[in-house]
């Protein structure tokens, strides 16, 4: 307990060398090590295709040890970025305005509507104030910190004057008492501070405020759409630059491009125009078919439980992987990890041997059935 990141990579690695060195019944078997998985994914994408000329992959990239991941979500990253025109601030109070301890992480889309992004709360604030009539100056605004990660945090900056200060709080306050409740242990705050020198020019304030907002309160931002959704996962504003990364996430690539095609009418209301920066494939295997089938039972066998099927998390190697081979039966199974590739991973001792258990009791009834 208390690992650091890399926890999956190296229970998986381990899980690996014992079942060569335990398996005793069995077909052909290839282990397969691929580099660069938490950032360009490079052994995945390079990996020789003639290396996957088998029926069933077994990853082992999971993060919760009863369940078989069968599918992984198709995911893109899209990138906006623009120069801003600043101004010197006017007003007579700043206030901070935080929305922080919130869940992080990635996420697949079918849980981002139960997952509140600190973003849209901060993003809500301002955008009501706005269409309230209130007069503010919008000095900075950032929240998440890591690519193809939900934010866990978001801050913004503003200025008032004496007259705007009691209905700007007031904004704040319903805002803040609507998400109270799904904020569980984290922290919704608007704290006064030193008045920065600078502001965004209120043109420029008004296009990033209606490129965030109307991003976070689309239909495919919030659970409408079953098969896609998006979020913003990091967002940097100054008073001379603007720049946001977006993930998208689909069911297949059909259901990410049309989240791609939509939001182009948000790219025409804010002038921000956004371009695609990475994809990554996803996959999807027949939860009827064999592969899935045996590895159901032989979890259930080494847990004395039943296990579940599920979709793991998006942006993994497994989708290349899939690509090079259509035709395979692509199984993720793993330990149970909490904060999967954050600083703050762990992982429970106690669900360690179980994978590869699992995998060994697989090959058997598999060489078993075969004979």
Not at 104 to 130: F, M, Q
Not at 134 to 143: A, I, N, P, Q, T
Not at 344 to 365: C, G, H, K, Q, W
């Amino acid at each position: 307990n208390g690992i650091s990141m890399g926890a999956s990579g190296a229970t998986g690695i381990a899980t690996i060398l014992n079942v060569l060195q335990t398996s005793q019944r069995h077909g052909p078997l290839r282990a397969i090590f691929t580099s660069g998985k938490n950032g360009d994914m490079s052994g995945a994408k390079n990996l020789d295709p003639s290396y996957l000329d088998g029926h069933c992959l077994i990853g082992l990239n999971g993060e919760t040890t009863w369940t078989v991941n069968i599918s992984s979500s198709y995911a893109l990253t899209l990138n906006t970025e623009r120069n801003l025109t600043a101004t010197a601030t006017q007003g007579r109070y700043a206030y901070v305005i935080a929305a922080s301890g919130f869940s992080t992480g990635r996420v697949r889309a079918s849980d981002y509507a139960s997952r509140v992004n600190p973003v849209t709360i901060v993003s809500e604030v301002l955008t009501n104030a706005k269409s309230a009539g209130v007069f503010y100056e919008l000095c900075e605004f950032s929240g998440g910190t890591d690519a193809l990660h939900m934010p866990g945090e978001a801050t913004a900056v503003v200025v008032v004057n004496d007259y705007e200060k009691k209905r700007f709080l007031q904004i704040f306050d319903s805002v803040e008492k609507t998400y109270r409740d799904r904020a569980e242990q984290a922290m919704i705050a608007m704290i006064e501070t030193i008045i920065p020198p600078e502001a965004v020019s209120n043109e420029d304030a008004d296009n990033a405020l209606t490129f965030l907002f109307g991003l976070l309160s689309s239909d495919f931002s919030n659970g409408g759409d079953a098969a896609a959704s998006l979020y913003i996962n990091h967002v940097d504003l100054s008073p001379q630059r603007f720049s946001c990364e977006i993930a998208v996430l689909g069911a297949d690539k059909d259901a990410a491009e049309r989240i791609v095609k939509e939001q182009t009418n948000i790219e025409k209301l804010s002038y921000l125009p956004v371009s695609e920066t990475d994809r990554v494939p996803g996959f999807a295997t027949d939860p009827d078919g064999e592969a899935v089938r045996r590895m159901i039972g032989a979890y259930g066998k080494v847990l004395k439980s039943d296990c579940e099927t599920g979709a793991g998390t998006f942006a993994c190697e497994l989708g290349y992987l899939h690509e090079k081979n259509p035709d395979l039966d692509i199984l993720s199974i793993g330990v149970t990890i909490d904060g999967k590739d954050t600083p703050e991973e762990s992982i429970d001792r106690a669900t360690i041997a179980v994978p590869a258990n699992a995998i060994l009791e697989y090959l058997n009834t598999e060489a078993r059935e075969t004979l």
